[in-house]
């Protein structure tokens, strides 16, 4: 697959949030909870949104977590509606995994690099090119791409799982996320052939900067999500999903930590470990094109005033077409079987 054939992803500028004041906020926050309340709806929010939704899903008696545990709680509640604030595979996921549920989420337009780079068409087309394969998709892709795999994954997952392929002898197709699939090669040894995406948060993350800064801060621990660069990942004594970097940053004894990932994490990370000096990974340096800044500009979408309104108005609803849904929900149910049986 020549990367040149993939299609050119549009990255919206990042939203400005509305200049609420701290008592037009504290009302909107009490609304969206009455809200919730009357709805039997439960809040679903990803680290990487920001800390005002994360702290308001903690108090409604919802998550904030990675794709893997978001998909998780939402299958284990009994509420009427789930309310999803993070991208729009993860609505699509909660909504594979509970067709009787109505699932929301505050912006539909809200979506991933990962996932509007690798469209389903192009995909299956790359996976009949390699009948042999085992079909290996992350998380952050379409419910189509996930119709036509074998096994979802999350980065929290992702190693267990092929190792276990690699012991039974498989080769993979991995998509859509490069330096992940890269990673997990790496660590495994198996005969992996990779749709060539990349995140655009991830991406910008800079090896030689990373060198700079690390000399600057000599006791700093580097934390580096393996969607990262491999200069970069190469320079992490801690390499992990979401929240392995967040038990990290509670659990090592250093005083300062550089983090290579989605700035939205600081909130639960400032949250378990108060005393520690949080720094971002640096995305500047030679040769940056920085589109995102350490921050999703689809994640920072999501914000008080647009969940408010998706809970008053009852849209924007997420649909998946139940022929879809069926197949979909094949790869994502092998991997919380699995889940399940690594304990």
């Not at 400005?16 to 504290?26: E, W």
């Not at 890269?182 to 990349?198: C, E, F, N, R, S």
Request: with cysteine.
């Amino acid at each position: 697959m020549n990367p040149l054939s993939l299609p050119r992803i549009q990255v919206p500028a990042h939203p400005q949030p509305s200049p609420l004041s701290g008592a037009d906020k504290a009302a909107l926050i009490e609304r969206i909870k009455a809200l919730l309340l009357e709805q039997r709806a439960v809040l679903v929010a990803h680290y990487y949104v920001d800390g005002d939704l994360q702290a308001l899903a903690e108090a409604t008696g919802g998550c904030v977590a990675d794709s893997l545990e978001m998909a998780r709680f939402g299958s284990a509640q009994q509420a009427d509606t789930l309310v999803v604030c993070g991208v729009r595979f993860m609505g699509e996921t909660a909504k594979i995994l509970n067709p009787e549920k109505r699932v929301l989420m505050p912006d539909l337009a809200a979506s991933c690099s990962l996932d509007d780079g690798c469209p389903a068409d192009l995909f299956g087309g790359f996976c009949d090119q390699y009948p042999e394969h085992q079909v290996v998709v992350y998380a952050n892709t379409s419910a189509a791409v996930k119709a036509r795999a074998d096994w979802m994954v999350t980065s929290s997952i992702a190693l267990p799982v092929i190792r276990h392929l690699h012991q039974q002898g498989q080769k993979v197709l991995w998509a859509p996320d490069k330096h992940l699939g890269h990673y997990v090669q790496q660590l495994t040894g198996i005969d992996m052939v990779l749709w060539p995406g990349a995140c655009v948060v991830h991406e910008e993350f800079k090896s030689v900067a990373l060198e700079r800064l690390r000399k600057l801060h000599p006791q700093a621990a580097v934390l580096v999500h393996p969607e990262s660069p491999n200069e970069v990942v190469q320079q992490a004594d801690v390499v992990g999903s979401t929240t392995q970097l967040i038990r990290a940053v509670h659990d090592l004894p250093n005083p300062e930590f550089i983090v290579a990932t989605d700035e939205g994490i600081f909130w639960k990370m400032k949250q378990l470990a108060p005393d520690k000096q949080l720094i971002a990974a640096p995305t500047a340096g030679e040769g940056a094109t920085c589109e995102s800044c350490a921050h999703c500009p689809w994640m920072a979408m999501n914000d008080l005033e647009k969940l408010a309104h998706c809970l008053e108005t009852g849209g924007p609803e997420i649909q998946v077409a139940e022929a879809i849904r069926a197949r979909a929900l094949v790869p994502i149910r092998r991997m919380l079987d699995f889940a399940a049986s690594q304990g």
